[in-house]
C-alpha cells in the first residue's frame, strides 16, 4: 500500500507539538548542545542521559572549554554513562573545530562528517535540526518506525536492509521542516512505537501501518537477531592502606581504555594467585587476601564475571599502581566495574 506522505507528516507533526517531551537540549538551537546530547544518547536511555547533559554543560559550556579541557576531566564527567570512546571522540572533534573550522561547528552533514566520532545519524541530526538541512535521521527508534509502518521483516544486518530504511525515511521527510520531523519520527519511536508494548490504539499514525492494518504483532518488527555474548572470567583486588585504596593508572591494558580501576586481570594460564604474584612480586602471598565474592558485568558484547578478593595487608609498589585517598574517589575517572565492586563490597 502506497504511503500517503502529507497526511502522515501533518498526523505526526501535530502530535508532536503537543507531546514532546520538554527536554532541555529540544529548547536550544544551539549546535553545540544538540551535538552534545546527540553524542551522550547513544547507546543510553534519556532519563539517564539528563543529568549528565546538563552537568556536562555547567563544567563545559562551549566547544572551545572541552577543546582545551584535561580528556581526565571530560571522562569523570562520562564516568558511568559508558562507552567512553564516545567522549574522546568528542574532545577530538572540538579541538578539530577549533583548529580547522576556525572556531565554528560546520553546517552541512557533509562537513560535520569530517569530525571525529560523528557518522551519518549525528551529522544528519545536527544538520536538520539546527541549520534545516533536507537530512532524515535514521536512528534505533526510526528504524523500528519504519520496520511497523512497513511491516518489514527483512535480516537487520544486510546492506539492503539498511539501504531499505534510509530510502523509507528519505522518503517520509517533511522538505518544509526536517528537523520538527526527524525529532517527531525519534520521539515516536521513544513515546509510542516503543520496542515492547507500544500504544497503538492511540498512535498519531496507526491508519497508515501496515503491521496494525494487518494485525500483525508489533514487538515482531523489526526483526530480531540474537547478539552472542562471550563469558570471561575477571580477578579485582580490593588492597587498603589506612584512607587509602590501591588502584591501577590507566594504562595500554585498561579494562576501559583512559579510566583507572581496582588491581585486576583476566584469568590467565597460570593461578589467579601467581598472576598476582606477576603484578606485585613475590611478597604478595596467596594467604594475604581471600575471595569474598563475585559480580557480573556487562561491557558490549562481553559478559564480565568478576571474582573479587580483598587483601588483608597492604601490598609494595609496583609500577603504574597508587594508592589513592577513598574521599577523593571522585575526582579521578575510574571505570564502572571498580565502582560497582566498591559499592557493593566496601561503601
Ligand atoms: Fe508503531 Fe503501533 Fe503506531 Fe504502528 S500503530 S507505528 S506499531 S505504535
Known sequence: MKMQKAPFQKNLFEWYQKNHRKLPFRESADPYHIWLSEIMAQQTT??????????????????????????????KLWQGLGYYSRVRAFHHACRQVMNEFDGKIPKTSGELKKLKGIGDYTAAAIASICFGEKMAVVDGNVRRVIARLYAFDGNPNTKSTKEFFELKSRQLLNQKNPGDHNQAMMELGAMVCRPKKPLCATCPVHSFCEVRIHDKVPENFPVKIKQDFIDVNYHSLIVRNGEKILLKKPSPDSLIKGMWELPSHYDERKSVDATWKKIFGATCDAGSHKKIGKIRHSITNKKIITHVYESNKPLPKAKGFVYHSWDRLDEIPLNTLSRKILTRFIY
Open 46 to 75: 534519556m532519563s539517564a542521559v539528563l543529568p549528565y547533559y546538563e552537568r556536562f554543560l555547567r563544567w563545559f559550556p562551549s566547544v572551545q572549554s572541552v577543546a582545551e579541557a584535561d580528556e581526565d576531566d571530560l571522562l
